[in-house]
């Protein structure tokens, strides 16, 4: 793969990273206002069961001490592109600043998993209907 493509495709797994954090965090207070509007779309048991599943991915890597699949893979290819820390694309000085956050391990693992029990409460107060 040539530098150039490693470097394309490191930038779409960045907005893909960037959207899959939008879906779980902004599906959370929709799920909750939804439920108190009568949305029936909320209340979804694939949709309820995707958010579930990849919150508790999430929390389950933070215990584990391991970095999201996606980080990892984006990773790799900015390594094979040649990128080093000062040299990015304009996607990527953006939307990594949107995602990545300096902080102890233990903040990361204490939110993801705070985050992962409320998406399993939200079951509770906004049942979902298959």
């Known amino acids: 793969m040539n530098a150039t493509t490693a470097a394309l495709l490191a930038d779409a797994l960045l ?3 960037v959207g ?7 599906l959370l207070p929709l799920i909750l206002i939804g ?15 995707t958010h579930l599943a990849l919150m508790v991915f999430i929390a389950a890597q933070a215990w584990l001490g391991q970095l999201c699949p996606l980080t990892v893979w984006e990773q790799d290819l900015r390594r094979l592109a040649g990128e080093t820390a000062y040299r990015e694309s304009f996607i990527e000085h953006w939307l990594s600043r949107l995602l990545y956050w300096e902080a102890p391990w233990w903040v990361f693992v204490a939110a993801y998993t705070g985050f992962a029990v409320l998406v399993a409460a939200a ?8």
């Open 123 to 130: 079951w509770r107060w906004v049942r979902p209907r298959p």
């Open 35 to 49: 439920g108190a509007l009568g949305w029936r779309w909320v209340r979804n048991v694939r949709l309820r069961l």
């Open 15 to 17: 907005v893909l990273h």
């Open 20 to 26: 899959v954090v939008l879906f779980v965090v902004g």
